[in-house]
């Protein structure tokens, strides 16, 4: 006997049972329509590309983790995210997309992470941007939290906060303090402030600054009230620095035209801690928490950049974008029972047969997709039990009961699943009650 | 100054312009939604495999188009199909699933061929198969047809065929000729009588067999006349072989079933001369031609295999499916003019500012949203001009035009860009307009 190989799925590699998978294309799905709506359009760049493509920017982590490998004589690596595509993508076609160009896409990537959990190889990275072409209005800024309101409250959540920082305040607010070389230090601190507690923040920061700096730092961060009080108590601040300004400025904009895009008050705030990362985002950034499970982190960031292309020409492209990792999230979902893929189905219906005669089975079936619904037919010989306890496993509301008696009739014994009751219809009825 | 780097995509791999991709989608998604009509459910495997889980049956060409690599220690591979990993699927899941199990994977999948016009190493397949555990009705062979029709139908084709054969009819044919061994080179002869004509495929046919045997493969192979007389005249050969039989028996039951399934008769028909391949498939075979562009092959194909887990389990799994090569497929008809992405949008309408003023034009598009409509608003400082060439490259239908007088009377004004009408609306009834 021949030697069987063991089918095993690798480590870090995501793969779904079949309801799983339905309810993950509907969040997929719905995440789309979501970014439709809001003009923005579809791409769908290769998942492998020249390596020297993918790695012109690149380094540190993304070059341990890529996966990369030699074709023939051709050096080629898996995309590691869907920016560095859309940056080639811009400028290879230039001359042939309108600006500003706004884009979605929605794919999977590939990281070479050590597999842990909730960690995958292999993610759906769901992303839109708007790249302008040398200059790009602020208002720009303010769609972006409107399509992340929108998207979310598709995907079923009411309880979320976008948080909306601007790059250009930090670096200002150092530079004004003569820290902007410590930034990166400093920015790591900020961020922990809400585990470590103010007096601890203090501390850590007086090891990088002086008392008087370490105090404006703290005054900063601890800014409270709504969106308004903010941008007043940082205009008390009294930072004369052209970048913090500039920045102050931008934020204000941003803040007056999300509630024009119909974002509503309690899903927004201005939060001076998050900066996303340091050498990419150069003015607007986002993130998004679930507020009742904060600690699965920002489920939806991103920010402003100055120039998407640096890397491929010599052009200016300032860009805006944020990104879902839909793999993560979902994950993150099904793990805190958030959501659940029980009774997820695609077809609506059942047919079963109680003889061996099928033809009015398959007959049944082709009507009822005619009417546009779902419908799967039984076709094996199967014991009766086996054929409802499939029904079950499909989760299907309702099963069509084909027996010599409906045969004879020519009506249809209609069981709905849920409610366990059973009625005896002509088709045309069952049609249009399972339509209503 | 910094070197830059060539942005490129490289050879063989599709990428789409917006319009093209938004024509590409819809036909993705008419697959998609065709396929869940008779109930196959989703499934999303990993694009990287093991290497030996890929690799347990493969030889030939796909050991040297597959894409292979190390990461670490593990040896990997992209799949080059949707079957393996189907296989492989099945038996990791077997325990969870409910069979028959019933699946469709629209997904890219890597082949390193060598790149030719409208040959792609990245494309994508969208298959649908049925699997039994241990048997499986020859009722599934029927339905296969009936999803090929409904979705080409849905596709928008009305002039294609459905060619059906059962290998088990050649090769009962051939053993009774005591032609077993000599199958392979008969059937690449029998493949090419379109081309080459009758009397050279007889000619050729006599390098393998003797005159008496070339003439009953003749007379088979041109049997002629609709789906009825072909079985008749296959009964009427006279071939006393149990497996020869049992083809027949099966293709006959295939053929009155897909009637019942409600594909109309001119979109079926049984095809002796073909055979798809020798090694994989053991009864039903398909293919599909568009009647008008013969040339392009087949562009649904695929049949019925007695086991489909055989590398990795002792378990019997026999299944029935096929594949549309979607990439190749669009390649091919935008190739062909029969499809045209000109026009595509995912926007109804776009928003611009006559005046310095954004919020109306937010406002406007917020309500738009909220109404269901799919809107863009355009939010830089350009020349009005410059504005409506943009409206005109997104192809939206309608273009929102905010100046002053609308700000003043809380009115838009509407352009029909197909029909260049404009007028003056309230937003409500503008939204009515664009339902309607």
Redesign the interface.
Known sequence: ??K???????PG??????NE??L??KMKETIKKSY???????????????A??LL?KAGGETEKQI?R????E?D?ALRFDLTVPL???V???YD???F?F??YQIG?V?R?EKPQRGRY??FYQCDIDTI?DG???I??DA?IP?VIY?TFKELGFDDFTICINNRKILNGLFASLGLENKSTEILRIIDKIEKIGKEETKKELLEYCEEKQADTIMKFILIEGNNDNKVQELEKLGIENPVFAEGLEELKQVIK?IE???VPDEFYKIDLTIARGLDYYTGTVYETFLNKYKKMGSVCSGGRYDNL??????RKMPGVGISIGLTRLFFQLMDNNIISAEGQS??DA?VISMTDN??MC??V??KL??SGI????????QKIAKKF??AN??NVKYVFIIGEDEIKNNVVALKNMETGEQQTLKIEEAISLIKS
């Open positions: 006997m021949e069987k190989i063991q089918p095993k799925t690798l590699f995501m793969e779904l049972l079949p998978q339905i993950f294309n439709e709506k809001y003009g923005f359009l579809p791409l769908n760049t290769p998942i492998i590309e020249d020297s493509v012109a996966y490998f030699n074709k023939g051709n080629l940056s080639k993508y400028t290879e076609y042939k997309l309108s500003p706004k884009r999977k590939y070479g190889r292999e302008g200059e790009l209005s208002m720009n769609e409107a929108n035209f024009i895009f119909g292309t640096e890397y491929y020409t010599e695609i077809s059942l099928y033809d398959v007959e079936a082709a997709r005619e779902n419908v799967q037919v039984n076709l094996e010989n306890k499939y496993n499909l």
